[in-house]
């Protein structure tokens, strides 16, 4: 039955969004009890502007593969995450619609294809040891966060971009202001020009200097009226290298953290190391680690779980909602439930990275990077464990990636 569009007389009723994660090992309760309850839901966001909220797994699915739905953070109505959102993201081709954001994908998909990331497997078991060389070295204690989750996709994006490693506390910083909730308006506006400023010196170096990397064949092959503009690249740059680090770090450190609370897991994980594959995809799924997007906006009135969305109005998807939806996950015969962490669980089809033409590009990247790091950390360390309380874990608390600011591990 189709209900219509209504808003709600209070904020009670629309509760705000994002919601924390009151246990930082479930999802938000609001959203378990929307989800259970079925049908999208009103929330309000931080400039008092209500929205739809989806939380269930078909209804994500539904609204992110919808040609009804715009990812346009330009369009009137669309949900921004912050207000400097259309200003810095506006035309960028993840920002495009279809058929222009598929065009201008393909130019990058290559890239990060499986093939190209696969191959970049044993140069990331490089990596790994170097960083597991390096914690031993300390002799008994380390911060995980910063001594292995952050160096080791950061390395890697730079590899595949060209961009110089010596510069990661430039770009973190840049990448942490970005998806830090609590920064100011200016303050993000500052550091998006200090950043747009960097990636512009270094694709003009890199126009000068071509080299064997992503940037020189994007500078070579796709620049131009037909493919990246000047004035773009340098922003395409920097989401690239941000993303690239700041989802697989927080991954590396949550998933870590996941193994060492669940033994059985982790023993069996260093018993089977060929489970590594779906233990990827169960950790992506558990965490759900992407807290405020994606988000739509609804180009024409649509249908979705039974709500009629109007033209004009916004929807979220809350991807831990539909990550733990039980009529996606655990549902089978002798399947684990979809609270529970199962490294075994086929969860391939997860919405952890987004749904449709829009979902994550790097994801392949990120996908080997788990799959080489956690067996091989926990083969050489198998001691591995906590150096504090797990009630002392120091879970981010408003940010667009959700995540651990330090993990100190001791073995």
Not at 87 to 113: A, C, I, N, W, Y
Not at 209 to 221: Q, T, Y
Not at 275 to 295: G, H, K, N
Request: hydrophobic share 40%; glycine share 8%; charged share 25%.
């Amino acid at each position: 039955m189709t209900t219509t569009a209504s808003e709600p007389a209070s904020t009670e009723e629309a509760p705000f969004f994002p919601a924390p994660r009151t246990c930082p090992f479930s999802a938000p309760p609001r959203h378990a009890d929307f989800r259970e309850a079925g049908g999208l839901h009103k929330v309000t966001i931080w400039d008092g502007s209500r929205h739809w909220l989806a939380t269930r797994h078909a209804d994500i699915r539904a609204v992110l593969s919808s040609p009804s739905f715009s990812a346009d953070v330009r369009h009137p109505g669309f949900p921004l995450v912050h207000s400097n959102q259309p200003e810095h993201e506006g035309g960028l081709f993840l920002r495009l619609d279809d058929p222009e954001h598929v065009r201008l994908r393909q130019m990058l998909t290559k890239e990060f294809s499986v093939k190209r990331t696969r191959a970049l497997r044993e140069k990331l078991l490089e990596i790994t040891d170097e960083l597991i060389d390096a914690m031993l070295a300390k002799g008994g204690q380390a911060d995980f966060v910063r001594d292995f989750a952050l160096p080791l996709p950061s390395r890697a994006i730079c590899l595949i971009l060209g961009v110089p490693y010596e510069d990661h506390e430039l770009f973190e910083r840049h990448a942490n202001a970005g998806t830090d909730l609590d920064v100011s308006h200016e303050e993000r506006a500052r550091t998006q020009r200090e950043a747009f400023e960097y990636y512009a010196a270094l694709v003009a170096r890199k126009r000068r200097e071509p080299a064997d990397d992503m940037i020189s064949r994007l500078l070579a092959d796709h620049t131009g009226p037909d493919g990246f503009t000047p004035e773009m690249l340098p922003v395409l740059v920097g989401i690239l290298v941000g993303a690239g680090h700041e989802t697989t770090a927080n991954m590396l450190g949550l998933g870590t953290v996941a193994l060492l609370l669940n033994p059985g897991q982790r023993d069996r994980l260093r018993a089977h190391p060929e489970l590594a594959p779906s233990a990827a995809e169960e950790m992506l799924r558990y965490w759900s680690i992407v807290s405020t997007d994606p988000r739509r906006v609804a180009l024409e009135d649509v249908e979705v779980g039974g709500q009629l969305v109007r033209k004009g109005e916004g929807v979220i998807v809350s991807l831990i909602a539909g990550n733990r939806d039980p009529r996606a996950f655990g549902a089978d015969e002798g399947e684990c439930p979809a609270d529970t962490l199962d490294i075994g669980r086929r969860a391939r089809h997860h919405v952890a990275f987004g749904f449709g033409t829009h979902q994550c590009l790097g994801q392949n990247l990120a996908r080997v990077e788990m799959q080489v790091a956690w067996p091989r950390l926990f083969e050489r360390i198998p001691g591995l464990r906590l150096a504090v309380a797990e009630d002392e874990l120091p879970f981010k608390k408003n940010s667009i990636v959700y995540g651990l600011t330090s993990l100190p591990v001791t073995w």
